[in-house]
């Protein structure tokens, strides 16, 4: 599964771009990490190879290698250096979620999805990840798949939230 | 469901008793039924006053106010006119003197209804965040402009000193000191920093600021780098922001275009450029420094100190980082005046704090009132009661870095000051209300988890240390908990308090002494009895943990 489904995906391509858009200042690695991993869905290694064939400019006095790249990608949660599904479950488990019956909602997730917290599913369709609190507490318990945020979410409802999914 | 709008509460000391307030009591009880209040306004009792000469005293929220002596044949009056017209009895106030020092400071708010004091969320919901001529219209820009045409950057950090304005963040430092260290430190270059990396769990006061009012955050950082000679600005937003990063990247566009942005600003030689970086999920990131390395392009993993960002930060330079929160309050000050700005909250903790509600709790939302407001307040006023009916049980105060506050410490003010001596701290402002259906051992270790998950690793204490606290929680969560263990977690947490690099492994110690301090039967009864108060944890080993550590570093 790894890079089968990255193959096609112009990586240098998407660099590129995130590079004309940031620079390739100490400050832009960040944000060009970001943008790939948007793009791509997780940061395949080769990207972080062609990364620094075009951020190395020695002149300017700024150097970067994969290693501290990748230590970058595995740093920020919002970086993957796993592939993950097509769609990603994230689960809120902070403390406002949790008290409000965030408990049984995980429990549902994870019934349903037949997933356990970081895992991918065989199909490659999804991902179940958990975060730390993302702000939307007042209508907590939170799941958020893909970009949609799910607020209030009864484990009941779980079912018919992934149903909406492809 | 039930809405109260005023809540009265009757001392019930032991002096007070003696002084017949189950008289008083009871005549509220007559009075409120008489005249149909009884829905709208709870009765309460309350017993930590201090002694007073004044006692027996009547406080009524929401205006804070408090009567006393009270007599029995006192109440008809208090009833028909404060809470059935709305007219405060001037004469039958506690005179200051009498009262002692815990009670002082409800006075000092007299008076004052929070949804007159709207001062930070004033624009939030009236006007549109994506166009400049609506902020404009809405006394946008009018403070940078009384900057930079009548101020000298000297007179724009002693103004905002005098208003006693201080961080919003959690800590409270006082934000003209702040300033007028960077402005004074040594460097080519200086650099303003808005920390909008708002990851403290309960916490979203910034997000609604950033969606809702962007202009003015940009407005309060051109004049931060008015009066500390910066000409550049970072905003650093969390990435999981994603509206408020596209509000924001829009405010700065249209502030170019009117020319508050960029070259000589408003004609006054001033140059002065923001650029937004977007965080990539870190909680740690919130903490300065380790911020300032996340610009940099570095893991974040927060720096030793000293020294500090004031005289070295980003890229080495003299840097201000505040809080977003913070710099809202800066363009009203300075449009108003310090004076003015005094007359809210108390006099040790000036100004509106924006509060986040959560939990069991019938109202969860966003509010703003003045340093000062009780727990009691909040639970029974503005978050109309708790859910169901439950007994309110305990409440978190400040995300997951600030303190357990038991029902019997409700009453005690929210502000910089006397929480910091009944040993509860106000942190960012996030209120988790739990009923009590809440088991305080398994709270504790979803903040354990959590602040594990989090912690960066980059000290001793905080890594391995978060993790151990952690697996002796879970432990006894599980049923496997040993009388021992409780000693251990207080010296953990102690060692974890003093040795640890950053407020993350400083303040992961924080719920566990509340935890042993003000539940520690609850603990005890997990681990000498084997069974859960609340039935929440299951007392037997659980998988879910490995599955955790494997899969969430990636």
Redesign the interface.
């Known amino acids: 599964m790894k890079d089968q489904s990255t193959k096609d995906l112009p990586i240098a391509a998407i660099v590129e771009a995130a590079i004309e858009k940031h620079g390739t200042n100490y400050d832009a690695f960040i944000p060009i990490l970001l943008e790939v991993n948007k793009a791509v869905g997780y940061i395949p290694l080769h990207a972080l190879k062609e990364i620094r064939l075009r951020v190395r400019a020695p002149e300017d006095g700024i150097f970067v290698n994969e290693g501290r790249l990748y230590s970058l990608s595995s740093f920020y949660h919002m970086l993957s250096t796993k592939p993950r599904g097509r769609h990603v479950v994230i689960f809120c488990e902070s403390a406002p979620c949790h008290v409000v019956g965030g408990r049984q909602v995980w429990q549902a997730l994870k019934e349903n999805l037949g997933l356990k917290a970081g895992e991918t599913s065989e199909d490659g369709k999804w991902s179940l990840v958990t975060t730390s609190c993302l702000g939307t507490c007042g209508v907590g318990p939170v799941v958020v798949v893909d970009d949609e945020i799910y607020g209030n979410v009864t484990p009941e409802q779980v079912p018919e939230i992934l149903a909406r999914y492809e | 469901m039930k809405i109260t709008r005023s809540m009265v509460l009757v001392s019930s000391d032991p002096l007070s008793l003696q002084r017949g307030s189950l008289e008083i009591y009871r005549r509220f009880q007559e009075k409120l039924e008489s005249y149909q209040l009884a829905e709208e306004v709870a009765l309460s009792t309350i017993t930590d006053v201090g002694n007073t000469e004044a006692s027996p005293v009547v406080v009524i929220y929401p205006e804070a106010v408090i009567y006393g002596p009270v007599q029995p044949e006192n109440v008809d009056r208090l009833v028909s006119e404060h809470l059935y017209k709305g007219h405060i009895v001037e004469e039958m106030l506690v005179p200051k003197r009498h009262l002692p020092s815990r009670m002082a400071w409800l006075q000092s708010r007299k008076g004052s209804l929070p949804a007159q004091q709207r001062i930070l969320l004033a624009r939030v919901g009236k006007i549109d965040p994506e166009n400049i001529e609506d902020y404009i219209l809405h006394d946008g820009y009018q403070a940078l402009a009384k900057a930079l045409s009548k101020m000298t950057p000297q007179q724009v950090i002693e103004e905002i000193s005098k208003s006693g304005l201080q961080g919003r963040g959690g800590a409270g430092f006082p934000t003209g000191r702040k300033w007028s260290f960077v402005a004074s430190a040594p460097g080519n270059k200086r650099y303003v920093i808005c920390n909008a990396d708002?990851?403290?769990?309960?916490?979203?006061k910034d997000?609604v600021l950033l969606e809702s009012d962007p202009h003015a955050i940009l407005e309060a950082m051109i004049i931060a780098g008015y009066a500390i000679h910066a000409q550049e600005g970072y905003i650093y937003i969390?990435?999981?922001?994603?509206l408020s990063q596209k509000r924001f990247l829009k405010a700065i566009e249209q502030a170019h275009e009117y020319g508050f942005l960029g070259k000589n600003i408003l004609g006054s030689n001033f140059d002065f450029e923001v650029h937004l970086?977007?965080?990539?999920?870190?909680?740690v990131c919130g903490e300065e420094t380790a911020l300032i390395e996340?610009?940099?392009?570095?893991?974040?993993e927060p720096r030793s100190r000293p020294p500090y960002p004031t005289t070295h930060g980003l890229w080495g330079q003299p840097t201000l980082v505040n809080n977003v929160e913070t710099l809202a309050n800066v363009p009203p000050i300075l449009l108003h005046g310090a004076e003015w700005y005094r007359r809210f909250g108390t006099p040790s903790s000036p100004g509106t704090k924006v509060f986040?509600?959560?939990?069991?709790v019938n109202a969860?939302?966003?509010i703003e009132a003045p340093m000062g407001i009780t727990l009691r307040e909040v639970i029974n006023i503005y978050a109309q009661g708790m859910k169901n009916g439950a007994a309110f049980k305990l409440a978190?105060t400040g995300?997951?870095s600030g303190s357990l506050i038991p029902a019997s410490l409700q009453d005690t003010p929210l502000d910089f000051d006397s929480p910091r001596k009944a040993g509860v701290s106000l942190g960012s402002g996030?209120l988790?209300i739990?009923d009590d259906n809440?088991c305080v051992v398994d709270?504790v270790k979803?903040?354990l988890?959590?602040f594990r998950?989090?912690s960066?690793g980059k000290c001793t204490p905080c890594r391995i240390g978060t993790q151990r606290c952690y697996e002796t929680i879970r432990a006894i969560t599980e049923g496997g908990g040993q009388l021992s263990d409780l000693d251990g977690l207080l010296r953990l947490a102690e060692q974890m308090e003093r040795l640890s690099n950053c407020g993350l492994g400083q303040t992961a110690a924080v719920p566990i002494r509340d935890m042993l301090k003000h539940f520690r039967t609850e603990v005890e009864a997990h681990i000498r009895l084997g069974i859960c108060p609340t039935g929440i944890c299951r007392m037997v080993p659980e998988d879910e943990t490995a599955?955790?550590i494997?899969?969430?570093?990636?």
């Open positions: 708002e990851s403290e769990p309960g916490t979203f997000r969390r990435g999981e922001y994603e970086h977007s965080g990539a999920g870190a909680y996340s610009i940099e392009g570095k893991r974040g986040t509600i959560l939990g069991n969860t939302g966003v978190q995300g997951s996030a988790l739990c809440t709270l979803v903040l988890r959590f998950f989090e960066c599955e955790l494997e899969n969430q570093m990636v």
